[in-house]
């Protein structure tokens, strides 16, 4: 258990500050105070052997062979076959980013090597996610006798059986979990395989772009070694990273190890614009600094997820894998728009489910359903149940023939696709699988109940020992002064931020509520004065209604305040300056 923070063991949001690490575990009187990186480094796991490694990751540091995964070297062997025999391969990837961008990476990376290669979307309201036998018989009657799944495929048996029969070839690239038996593929490379070794298994954070990256290597490697390359040049696998870098933050994928390597050096790819379709959407999402990881999972992930949501769902890939120039800025304006339809949609449905949940108040686990929902925007909304709720959620949209279609978001602790699987074994799902976080599902509308009553069943203990360590941890304590952009900038060595590698808390205080307000949709925009005579802005995201949100919003001139959150540059004056990204605060007298 982590020291305390400030003292503070019940905030205004009802929790205990601690401290990220303990003086012990950040090294005691041996670390130097001044030394910001080293001390977030410590504080997010890395042993203190390893701390160069981790101080600015490269692939080289952090790849593993990609040999260690099975089944890699057999399906890179048999890429290898079609590339030497400029056999047709068509590349079937989920509607998501993570599956875009998969679809997209082995796009590119086959077409530089003169293989004829096609992607194929399912179409997320008439197809549903995964592929099915028909798709793929569909695609080897069109020329393509072998397919690559990408992001999708661990669960699809009968449909890989379907194509087996029709001799269609199949390789499945995914990093969902896995049942105890796999489906009939040529090959399933998957580190969440339940048979794969430690040294693989440890890669089970990756994205499926990720894999598809792995997969990538391989298969370069397989025709270096039979002399592929003699006569032609080999294709730069490192220019595709900006493709990894996207689809591994859209995923929320732990920013650790590999990960935060492949995003590392990803983004460096991505400055150079030479992806021209997502610079077209970056040019569209009106992005003109060098991207960073929010950048991808809050501006560019979200417009190519929009054509899979609620648009057509080989927009993404297109835009990823497109060379002109005008057909790209066409896809970004596009999704652009489909992103602005996809925001009503989800604000619409959001609404319901928050009224629906105060039946399922005291479970466990978040259940709820509607008939009409758009099955585009419930994972989102479940995301935004879970950060409400600070519990798992699951949203089920009921079709008119009495078919949920159902998306769920977990809390860390509480392993939601494992439990989804277990509710598929037990004949309460028509399908479903997904990650420790997140998971995807169909379900009789009948058997809804049925399927809460099992999963709060299943998860109660986990999520209550989850909820009994909730606490807000933090990193370092500024004074007011101290929320300026030299901080800002200080922190960023560290990065890049996401799941698994959170950007620093900080706390800051005390302060005084100079002015306050509710702007946008939900947002609390707050002035502080400290008692340095430093002023500075922060803002709480979709807190306004919440308890945290009215109390600072009714305690202008009165008692001083702790607030935590996180610092970020604020470029939108004539001159840098900083704002708090507010999650918390407590009183400080």
Same mark, same amino acid.
């Given at each position: 258990?982590?020291?305390?923070?400030?003292?503070?063991?019940?905030?205004?949001?009802?929790?205990?500050?601690?401290?990220?690490?303990?003086?012990?575990?950040?090294?005691?009187?041996?670390?130097?105070?001044?030394?910001?990186?080293?001390?977030?480094?410590?504080?997010?796991?890395?042993?203190?052997?390893?701390?160069?490694?981790?101080?600015?990751?490269?692939?080289?540091?952090?790849?593993?062979?990609?040999?260690?995964?099975?089944?890699?070297?057999?399906?890179?062997?048999?890429?290898?076959?079609?590339?030497?025999?400029?056999?047709?391969?068509?590349?079937?990837?989920?509607?998501?980013?993570?599956?875009?961008?998969?679809? /997209?990476?082995? =796009?590119?990376?086959?077409?530089? #090597?003169?293989?004829? $290669? +096609? @992607?194929? %979307?399912?179409?997320? &309201?008439?197809?549903?996610?995964?592929?099915?036998?028909?798709?793929?018989?569909?695609?080897?009657?069109?020329?393509?006798?072998?397919?690559?799944?990408?992001?999708?495929?661990?669960?699809?048996?009968?449909?890989?059986?379907?194509?087996?029969?029709?001799?269609?070839?199949?390789?499945?690239?995914?990093?969902?979990?896995?049942?105890?038996?796999?489906?009939? /593929?040529?090959? =399933?490379?998957?580190?969440?395989? #339940?048979?794969?070794? $430690? +040294? @693989?298994? %440890?890669?089970?954070? &990756?994205?499926?772009?990720?894999?598809?990256?792995?997969?990538?290597?391989?298969?370069?490697?397989?025709?270096?070694?039979?002399?592929?390359?003699?006569?032609?040049?080999?294709?730069?696998?490192?220019?595709?990273?900006?493709?990894?870098?996207?689809?591994?933050?859209?995923?929320?994928?732990?920013?650790?190890?590999?990960?935060?390597?492949?995003?590392?050096?990803?983004?460096? =790819?991505?400055?150079?614009?030479?992806?021209?379709?997502?610079?077209?959407?970056?040019?569209?999402?009106? &992005?003109?600094?060098?991207?960073?990881?929010?950048?991808?999972?809050?501006?560019?992930?979200?417009?190519?997820?929009?054509?899979?949501?609620?648009?057509?769902?080989?927009?993404?890939?297109?835009?990823?894998?497109?060379?002109?120039?005008?057909?790209?800025?066409?896809?970004?304006?596009?999704?652009?728009?489909?992103?602005?339809?996809?925001?009503?949609?989800?604000?619409?449905?959001?609404?319901?489910?928050?009224?629906?949940?105060?039946?399922?108040?005291?479970?466990?686990?978040?259940?709820?359903?509607?008939?009409?929902?758009?099955?585009?925007?419930?994972?989102?909304?479940?995301?935004?149940?879970?950060?409400?709720?600070?519990?798992?959620?699951?949203?089920?949209?009921?079709?008119?023939?009495?078919?949920?279609?159902?998306?769920?978001?977990?809390?860390?602790?509480?392993?939601?696709?494992?439990?989804?699987?277990?509710?598929?074994?037990?004949?309460?799902?028509?399908?479903?699988?997904?990650?420790?976080?997140?998971?995807?599902?169909?379900?009789?509308?009948?058997?809804?109940?049925?399927?809460?009553?099992?999963?709060?069943?299943?998860?109660?203990?986990?999520?209550?020992?989850?909820?009994?360590?909730?606490?807000?941890?933090?990193?370092?304590?500024?004074?007011?002064?101290?929320?300026?952009?030299?901080?800002?900038?200080?922190?960023?060595?560290?990065?890049?931020?996401?799941?698994?590698?959170?950007?620093?808390?900080?706390?800051?205080?005390?302060?005084?509520?100079?002015?306050?307000?509710?702007?946008?949709?939900?947002?609390?925009?707050?002035?502080?004065?400290?008692?340095?005579?430093?002023?500075?802005?922060?803002?709480?995201?979709?807190?306004?209604?919440?308890?945290?949100?009215?109390?600072?919003?009714?305690?202008?001139?009165?008692?001083?305040?702790?607030?935590?959150?996180?610092?970020?540059?604020?470029?939108?004056?004539?001159?840098?300056?900083?704002?708090?990204?507010?999650?918390?605060?407590?009183?400080?007298?």
């Amino acid at each position: 258990m982590s020291d305390a923070a400030l003292g503070i063991t019940c905030s205004i949001a009802g929790q205990p500050w601690r401290w990220r690490a303990t003086s012990a575990a950040m090294g005691g009187d041996t670390l130097a105070p001044d030394d910001l990186v080293t001390q977030l480094l410590l504080a997010r796991g890395v042993e203190r052997a390893d701390l160069d490694r981790h101080r600015a990751p490269t692939l080289r540091g952090f790849m593993p062979d990609p040999s260690i995964f099975r089944d890699m070297d057999a399906a890179a062997a048999r890429l290898a076959d079609a590339v030497e025999a400029k056999e047709a391969v068509t590349i079937f990837g989920d509607y998501d980013v993570d599956g875009a961008t998969s679809a /997209a990476l082995l =796009v590119r990376l086959l077409r530089g #090597l003169g293989v004829p $290669v +096609d @992607a194929y %979307i399912p179409d997320r &309201l008439m197809e549903g996610y995964g592929p099915s036998g028909a798709a793929l018989v569909k695609i080897g009657e069109a020329g393509s006798r072998l397919i690559v799944t990408v992001d999708c495929g661990a669960q699809a048996f009968d449909a890989i059986a379907e194509a087996n029969a029709a001799g269609v070839e199949v390789i499945v690239v995914d990093h969902h979990q896995c049942a105890t038996t796999l489906p009939q /593929a040529f090959a =399933v490379v998957n580190p969440n395989r #339940l048979d794969e070794a $430690v +040294d @693989a298994a %440890i890669h089970g954070n &990756l994205a499926a772009v990720g894999v598809a990256f792995l997969l990538g290597a391989a298969l370069l490697r397989t025709l270096r070694a039979r002399g592929f390359f003699a006569q032609r040049d080999e294709p730069a696998l490192i220019d595709l990273l900006d493709l990894v870098a996207l689809g591994t933050v859209a995923d929320v994928a732990r920013l650790t190890g590999f990960n935060r390597a492949l995003v590392t050096q990803g983004l460096k =790819v991505m400055a150079r614009r030479g992806n021209i379709g997502l610079s077209a959407l970056m040019d569209a999402a009106r &992005l003109t600094k060098p991207p960073g990881a929010s950048d991808m999972g809050f501006a560019l992930g979200p417009r190519i997820n929009a054509g899979g949501r609620v648009g057509k769902s080989d927009l993404g890939v297109r835009l990823l894998t497109t060379t002109d120039p005008q057909e790209a800025a066409d896809i970004s304006q596009e999704l652009n728009r489909l992103n602005e339809e996809r925001r009503a949609i989800e604000a619409a449905v959001l609404d319901e489910a928050i009224v629906a949940s105060a039946a399922c108040a005291n479970a466990p686990v978040a259940l709820v359903a509607g008939a009409g929902w758009h099955p585009g925007v419930i994972g989102i909304v479940a995301g935004r149940l879970k950060e409400r709720l600070h519990r798992p959620a699951i949203v089920v949209a009921i079709d008119d023939d009495g078919v949920g279609k159902g998306s769920g978001r977990s809390i860390g602790g509480v392993d939601l696709g494992a439990a989804i699987l277990a509710a598929k074994e037990s004949g309460l799902l028509v399908a479903g699988g997904g990650h420790a976080m997140a998971a995807g599902l169909t379900v009789a509308a009948d058997k809804i109940d049925a399927l809460g009553a099992f999963l709060n069943d299943r998860l109660a203990a986990d999520v209550e020992r989850a909820s009994g360590d909730k606490a807000l941890l933090i990193d370092a304590v500024l004074a007011p002064r101290g929320i300026n952009p030299l901080w800002c900038e200080a922190i960023e060595s560290a990065g890049p931020y996401g799941a698994g590698w959170p950007a620093p808390r900080v706390a800051t205080g005390p302060v005084r509520i100079v002015e306050s307000g509710i702007v946008g949709t939900d947002h609390l925009r707050l002035i502080v004065s400290g008692d340095d005579g430093a002023r500075f802005k922060a803002i709480a995201f979709r807190a306004a209604e919440t308890d945290l949100g009215q109390t600072l919003l009714h305690a202008r001139g009165g008692r001083k305040l702790w607030l935590a959150g996180r610092a970020k540059r604020d470029d939108w004056g004539s001159r840098p300056a900083a704002e708090l990204h507010l999650e918390d605060a407590a009183w400080a007298e």
